[in-house]
């Protein structure tokens, strides 16, 4: 493999749908990048020395310099994956040429993922795995939903002559979309019940890209944890329905 890109960037992270995002990105751009894991235990996220840099007090963030030396800061996944797209695949490996037609088709479905995918199944989580209670509604509306969500994807995936959302390469798209997908079991969703997009899941594990990316700044567990018991899996959430709740109330103080 070549050498990687120097750069500036300092990527603020956890290994979650959202965070792991930016890591594959980088990864399948090849840059060489510094990575400081947040501590959600230590509520690290709301310190102000971060919230300098994303006001939401949310992962992922970064920060790199500009062409004249100046620290900018870039905060959203889809706006992390926008900004290397623009600033660094001039050569259009993981993306088209600015306001080409596949450059707009890329960014429908990241805007896709970014206010429907992602919202949805994090809320399938929440009230699947996280809730003090279990609601039946609040479950059933938020991973119907998601399966739905699914469902689309795998349609047209079902239709697209290389595997890939947009095109003839993995894109941006694929790169938002794939971390969720790889956790839908967490949210209740079974990929065998979309086989175009169980396809297009494991096709992009093969990419040394995604392998690299996945695994920041900790292992990535979801194809161990897909195996698990239903059981097993209700222990594992366990540990973060604590700091879920906690979470919550923190910031219902602000």
């Not at 594992?236 to 700091?243: E, I, T, V």
């Amino acid at each position: 493999m070549a050498p990687k890109t120097p750069t500036n960037i300092t990527l603020y992270t956890v290994g979650t749908p959202n965070g792991i995002k930016a890591s594959i990105m980088l990864e399948e751009l090849n840059l060489d990048y510094k990575v400081h894991k947040i501590s959600f235990d230590k509520n690290e996220q709301k310190e102000d020395w971060f919230l300098a840099i994303n006001p939401n007090g949310r992962i992922p963030a970064m920060t790199d310099k500009d062409a004249n030396g100046n620290t900018i800061r870039i905060f959203e996944s889809g706006a992390i994956l926008e900004y290397l797209a623009a600033t660094y695949d001039k050569e259009h490996k993981v993306s088209y040429p600015y306001a080409s037609n596949e450059h707009w088709e890329v960014t429908s479905w990241l805007m896709w993922q970014m206010g429907g995918l992602g919202p949805m199944q994090g809320q399938a989580n929440h009230f699947n795995r996280y809730a003090p209670e279990k609601i039946p509604y609040g479950i059933n509306r938020y991973v119907n939903e998601t399966r739905r969500l699914y469902r689309t994807m795998d349609t047209h995936l079902a239709k697209a002559p290389h595997g890939y959302l947009v095109g003839d390469r993995v894109t941006v798209a694929d790169i938002s979309c794939w971390g969720w997908v790889a956790h839908g079991f967490w949210a209740g969703v079974e990929i065998d019940d979309f086989p175009a997009l169980k396809k297009w899941l494991y096709k992009l594990l093969e990419r040394p890209g995604f392998e690299a990316g996945r695994h920041v700044p900790t292992p990535h567990t979801a194809f161990e944890q897909m195996k698990k018991s239903p059981e097993e899996l209700e222990e594992d959430a366990k540990a973060g329905q604590k700091w879920v709740q906690a979470g919550m109330k923190q910031d219902a103080k602000q």
